[in-house]
C-alpha cells in the first residue's frame, strides 16, 4: 500500500509540475506596468486651468473591479506621506512654505529625494503653490489636429 501512495504522489506532483508555470515565469513583470516605478514628474498647479482635482477617494461599485480602482486614489494617498512631512519641516526652518514650483522641486522633492509611485494613466501629480500641497489632477485630454 505504500508503495502505491508513493507512486500516486510521485504522479500527481508530475502533472501539477507539467501544468504549472515556473515562479520565475509568475513573477516576470509586464514591462509595461506602473506597478513599481516612481516619479519626480510634478507639474505646477494652475488653479485657472481648469483641470479636475483628484478628492483621493475610492469610488468602486463594481466588487469585481474595486482593487484596480482603488489603486489610484491609494497610490495619492501614500505620495502625501511622502510629501506633508517635508513641506512641515521646510517650514519649520524657514518659517515659510516654498514660494514657487521651482523651489518646491528643489528644496522638497529633490534635497529629499523624494520619488512618488507614477500615476495610472490620465492623472498627473501636480504642486499647489499657493495652498502649499500636492495635489493630483486629470490629465489634459490632447488638443485636436
Keep these: 500500500m505504500d508503495m502505491q501512495r508513493g507512486l500516486g504522489l510521485l504522479v500527481v506532483t508530475g502533472l501539477l509540475s507539467g501544468c504549472m508555470q515556473s515562479l520565475e515565469e509568475q513573477t516576470k513583470k509586464d514591462p509595461n506596468s506602473i506597478i513599481g516605478k516612481k516619479t519626480q514628474d510634478i507639474g505646477q498647479f494652475d ?27 491609494m497610490v495619492e494617498k501614500i505620495s502625501q506621506f511622502e510629501v506633508v512631512p517635508a513641506l512641515n519641516l521646510f517650514n519649520a526652518n524657514e518659517g515659510r512654505y516654498p514660494n514657487s514650483h521651482e523651489e518646491f522641486m528643489t ?35 490632447p488638443a485636436a489636429p
Excluded: M
Design 107 to 141: 528644496r522638497i522633492i529633490k534635497e529629499n529625494n523624494i520619488k512618488l509611485h507614477v500615476l495610472p494613466a490620465g492623472k498627473q501629480y501636480q504642486y499647489d503653490v499657493e495652498n502649499h500641497k500636492l495635489v493630483v489632477v486629470e490629465a489634459p485630454a
Design 47 to 73: 488653479p485657472n486651468a481648469g483641470a479636475k482635482v483628484s478628492d483621493s477617494k475610492i469610488h468602486a461599485t463594481d466588487p469585481i473591479t474595486a482593487p484596480v480602482s482603488a489603486y489610484g486614489p
